[in-house]
């Protein structure tokens, strides 16, 4: 992104853009190596050496920043993740880990914290789409019992959970919201497998039968968890806009190099004012959305108190405007735009299923409405 980037930023994200090339390069994307277990394991370790998941977690639990603002590093890594179109749960597991750093007791910071930031093990957020004026966390419900919480329920739509070694359930309780960190082999959890339009990454439905969780399993404090939910979806929502913006970039610049390519009538077809004033209008939504995820990143990292606003004005204003600057960038690639071997579509896909995690942009703007009190 265009920001004045530190030194050791630099070095993350050269290192970070090294790894990648030599690990999963644009021309792997189609193979869908991610799905065999031991390469995302092997991919997730790696990528945790240059600290991928331990951004936004305090140097007194083992993480740390190279900025000393971990949401900006985080940013940076997800913008230059979704150029690539790579794949893993990079943006639910630094929630997870985000989430156990705060408010995790000592059990689960020592035994699952270390592992998340270490790479040797994942997390997915189970969280669900609640009402705009709710809580977050609306499709599981957790009933106490004599022991702890049955929980029942469903989450759909989340990004790995397939090999994800814990579940953070986001549900509702009597008394408000809840949060529980359980294996993903608990019995009375089923992963079920997702078709879906982006082919980039693997997503999942995760339901809850009657799942038996004990008292020791909540985090943080019971029934009072929509506090830290929100920035949860918080912190979900301006890794995913970064991610977001990365394609884009990289779909937009692709369509610059193809129309000062591709030769019509003698001339680059760039030099047509048609071609032109589209490009012209299409930088435009590119740089607004760098400007708003970098500026909602800048809030979230130093707690402002405007986290909650910027996170969805960014998630909207990139969600919508994400799918209109891919579909601007096929009118420029015409018929080869579609074709199985030409990457544009792979750009399309994912840029259109960001849109819908984390709340669409009609919900992110109704959301901001309500958190302005209007």
Not at 192 to 197: D, G, R
Not at 331 to 351: K, P, S
Request: aromatic share 8%; proline share 3%.
């Amino acid at each position: 992104m265009d920001r004045d980037v530190t030194q050791d930023q630099r070095y993350l994200l050269d290192a970070s853009a090294r790894f990648i090339e030599q690990t999963y390069p644009l021309e792997r994307v189609r193979e869908k190596p991610f799905r065999d277990a031991d390469w995302a394991a092997d991919y997730r370790r790696r990528a945790a050496e240059l600290g991928w998941f331990s951004m936004l977690v305090p140097d007194e639990f083992g993480g740390g920043s190279v900025s000393g603002n971990g949401a900006v590093d985080a940013t940076l890594v997800a913008y230059l993740r979704g150029g690539m179109l790579q794949p893993g749960a990079f943006v639910a597991t630094n929630v997870v880990a985000h989430a156990l750093s705060v408010a995790g007791n000592e059990e689960q910071r020592e035994k699952v914290l270390a592992a998340l930031m270490s790479g040797e093990q994942s997390a997915a957020w189970a969280v669900g789409a609640p009402a705009v004026h709710g809580p977050v966390g609306g499709t599981v419900q957790a009933k106490a019992t004599g022991s702890g919480y049955e929980l029942t329920g469903s989450t759909s739509f989340m990004v790995d959970a397939d090999t994800a070694s814990w579940l953070l359930v986001t549900a509702e309780v009597e008394d408000g919201v809840s949060q529980f960190l359980l294996p993903a082999g608990l019995p009375g959890v089923s992963v079920t497998s997702l078709e879906s339009l982006d082919i980039t990454r693997a997503f999942t439905e995760v339901r809850f039968d009657r799942v038996q969780v004990s008292a020791s399993d909540v985090v943080g404090e019971p029934g009072r968890a929509a506090e830290p939910a929100a920035r949860q979806l918080a912190i979900g929502c301006v890794l995913t806009a970064a991610e977001s913006v990365g394609a884009m970039d990289h779909d937009f610049s692709m369509a610059v190099q193809y129309a000062k390519d591709r030769i019509a009538f003698g001339r680059p077809i760039g030099s047509f004012q048609a071609i032109k004033h589209l490009l012209a209008d299409t930088s435009l939504l590119l740089e607004m959305s760098k400007a708003v995820t970098l500026s909602a990143a800048e809030n979230l990292g130093t707690d402002d108190g405007y986290a909650l606003e910027s996170a969805s004005i960014a998630k909207a204003f990139v969600g919508e405007h994400g799918v209109d600057l891919a579909q601007n960038c096929f009118q420029v690639f015409g018929g080869i735009g579609f074709t199985w071997e030409h990457n544009q579509h792979l750009y399309l896909r994912r840029l259109t299923t960001d849109a819908a995690l984390y709340g669409d942009p009609a919900w992110h703007r109704e959301r901001l409405c309500r958190l302005s009190g209007l």
